[in-house]
């Protein structure tokens, strides 16, 4: 264990996200979520959901200010313009803890597309349907390293 590290942020993930730079992009995945198949590196998270892995991600990573958008969902096949709970659940999670960014919809096959140049994807044990998120690494800046190193 370590001081100040969100518990459910094991050595291979607290790796990714270290090792992230500006700009790039990590998948949070549902079980249904294809994701050793993208090409891209997977961090399994079997048997935790989706909402406390976000959380504990946007703990200690900010989102990109300089992009357009820095998170994105997939839409839903049938109704595009539904926003399902879980993706409601995950604006609130980044109004709280990353701030003004909109979760942008992806249509299902671009958010694939979009899932193979991340720099990784988390693939969870959320059952629920829609709970993909895409989210961009912004930067740190020297005001909030903390003091003492």
């Given at each position: 264990m370590l001081r100040g590290i969100h518990p459910l942020l094991g050595p291979e993930?607290?790796?990714?996200?270290?090792?992230?730079?500006?700009?790039?992009?990590?998948?949070i995945a549902d079980a249904n979520?294809?994701?050793?198949?993208?090409?891209?590196?997977?961090?399994r998270a079997d048997g935790v959901k989706a909402e406390p892995l976000v959380e504990a991600i946007l703990t200690h990573m900010p989102l990109d200010t300089?992009?357009?958008?820095?998170?994105?969902?997939?839409?839903m096949v049938e109704t595009?313009?539904?926003?399902?709970?879980?993706c409601a659940s995950f604006q609130t999670i980044i109004d709280?803890?990353?701030?003004?960014?909109?979760?942008?919809?992806?249509?299902?096959?671009?958010?694939?597309?979009?899932?193979?140049?991340?720099?990784y994807v988390v693939a969870t044990g959320e059952l629920q349907l829609y709970a993909n998120l895409i989210l961009k690494k912004g930067v740190v800046t020297p005001s909030e390293f903390e003091p003492g190193w």
């Open positions: 993930l607290l790796h990714a996200l270290r090792t992230m730079g500006h700009g790039d992009e990590i998948v979520f294809p994701a050793s198949t993208l090409g891209c590196p997977v961090i300089f992009a357009p958008a820095s998170a994105f969902r997939m839409a595009p313009e539904e926003v399902p709970p879980i709280r803890l990353a701030g003004p960014f909109v979760v942008a919809p992806l249509e299902r096959f671009a958010f694939y597309e979009r899932s193979r140049k991340a720099a």
